[in-house]
């Protein structure tokens, strides 16, 4: 999983390398030259959905969607597991939504071409059934290890400023000896 999270990385950075380039020199040759290129319009959208798209592919593998946990944080941890199971429930049906409503977008508009490039207007659509797929997956591999009981931070109780368990073991531990 981590080489697809560094590959989605690479061509989310390609994206908006591609994008910023397009529309810079676009912006370049209609002021300074009154012409441009009518094409960058279009592929610049389209990567712009893609980039935003694989970007919360890779927002929800790192953990790095707005969380707001000061409801969680208060729960003992049978109800902060109680709530990962149901909140993942949630995500994975909001995916298959997804799914099921990019599906039918792309197959609706598939044959509809874009008027300045041409392309298919399905493959707009078609960044939604890529990231369902590849957020559901995410989701599921997160399921299976909280069955072997590994959490994520925020939903094990563990926040950045946290010793870790072993730090807590030990200190246990010394204060038991020193009685």
Known sequence: MQSLNKIIDILVVAGMAVMSAMVFLNVVLRYGFNSGIPISVELSRIIFVWVVMLGSIVALANGAHLAVDAFVARLPPKGRYICFLVAHALML???????????????????????????????????????????????????????????????????ENSPPAEAIAAAAAIKEQAK
């Open 93 to 159: 049906w909001c995916c298959w939504l997804l799914w099921q409503g990019s599906w039918t977008q792309t197959m609706l508009n598939w044959n509809n071409h874009a008027a300045l490039s041409g392309l298919s207007v399905g493959y707009v659509y078609a960044s939604g059934l890529v990231a369902a797929l590849l957020m559901g997956m995410l989701l599921v591999i997160n399921l299976y290890k909280s069955l072997r009981g590994e959490l994520p931070p925020t939903w094990s109780g563990v926040t």
